[in-house]
Nanobody
Framework: QLQLVESGGGLVQPGGSLRLSCTAS????????IGWFRQAPGKEREEVSC?????????NDADSAKGRFTISRDNAKNTLYLQMNSLKPAHTAVYYC????????????????????WGQGTQVTVSS
């Protein structure tokens, strides 16, 4: 069973940057589609960015603008990353990584409920 552990969250000022990491243990990481999701207080969990087993990545429209958020994966390290730049208070949320054993390429039309494995989440707070 795949286990996911996020790290890298914290408090950052508006305009700042953070890099989140998600380390996987268990079955080989290579054949999973994996993604980052976030949930703000009182809101539904939403997809931020996901990446296919062959490295194809997509990011939601709001966060892909000007390269604000960039997802990447290092299969040799069983680790997923999310580089977040130019952060705004609206980005405050608990960020989760999740994985599903699907080796398809983009456009990765995978619904949130289809992701089988979830980490415990890491809090990101953007505030001055």
């Amino acid at each position: 069973q795949l286990q996911l552990v996020e790290s890298g969250g914290g408090l950052v000022q508006p305009g700042g940057s953070l890099r989140l990491s998600c380390t996987a243990s268990g079955p080989t990481f290579d054949y999973y589609a994996i993604g980052w999701f976030r949930q703000a207080p009182g809101k539904e969990r939403e997809e931020v960015s996901c990446i296919s087993s062959d490295g194809g990545a997509k990011t939601n429209d709001a966060d892909s603008a000007k390269g604000r958020f960039t997802i990447s994966r290092d299969n040799a390290k069983n680790t997923l990353y999310l580089q977040m730049n130019s952060l705004k208070p609206a980005h405050t949320a608990v960020y989760y990584c999740a994985a599903v054993a699907r080796s398809e390429s983009l456009p990765l039309n995978i619904a949130i409920y289809e992701y089988d494995y979830w980490g415990q989440g890491t809090q990101v707070t953007v505030s001055s």
